[in-house]
């Protein structure tokens, strides 16, 4: 199996969540270190011993060395839902989101997408007004691939919305700059 195939395996076992509580961005890049040997397969918080165990198949590495951690930091299957009494629209929950799953607009309450919300959590820190609850759930589990890939699909899309905008951003800047030069030549 090639390299990039390798990595799109392992990368398939982790929930993607996006959550960076492994210390990278982003689960891909997860999948990356632990085959370049620079991060241990115990680092997903919310994937649990399931994930664990089909790492440690697929890596051909002995998982009990690891299973003790990944039992004492396993964060269960959550989403997050805020306070529309408390919300003050600032929009950074918004901006924090992996895999847009909060909707809303400047100045107005946001509402979570329950049924797209990974439970990453990266929304709560950056709340200015501290509106936002993390809500258990007891029938989302991390392992269910399709919920994976839809997270996984929609972290993608946000991704390429987010570079297409910059990208506008840059040439429309560069646009504005050539206008301005050529009016003073």
């Not at 689960?27 to 040997?37: H, N």
């Amino acid at each position: 199996m090639n390299d990039e195939r390798l990595i799109d395996v392992v990368d398939g076992l982790l929930p993607q969540t996006q959550c960076q509580e492994c210390d990278f961005s982003a689960c891909r890049p997860y999948a990356e270190a632990m085959l370049d040997k620079r991060a241990s397969i115990d680092k997903c918080k919310p994937g649990g011993t399931e994930t664990l165990m089909n790492l440690a198949q697929v890596l051909d590495v002995d998982p009990k060395p690891y299973l003790q951690t990944v039992i004492d930091q396993f964060r269960p299957a959550s989403v997050v839902r805020i306070d529309l009494n408390v919300c003050i629209g600032c929009v950074k929950c918004i901006q924090a989101c992996p895999v847009d799953a909060i909707c809303g607009s400047a100045k107005h309450a946001h509402v979570v997408l329950e049924d797209v919300c990974t439970g990453c959590n990266l929304c709560i820190e950056p709340c200015p007004v501290d509106c936002i609850e993390v809500i258990p759930l007891e029938d989302k589990s991390v392992g269910d691939r399709n919920i994976a890939q839809q997270s996984k699909e929609r972290f993608l899309q946000r991704n390429l919305r987010l570079k297409n905008k910059q990208s506008s951003k840059k040439t429309a800047f560069a646009k504005a700059k050539q206008l301005v030069s050529e009016e003073f030549l």
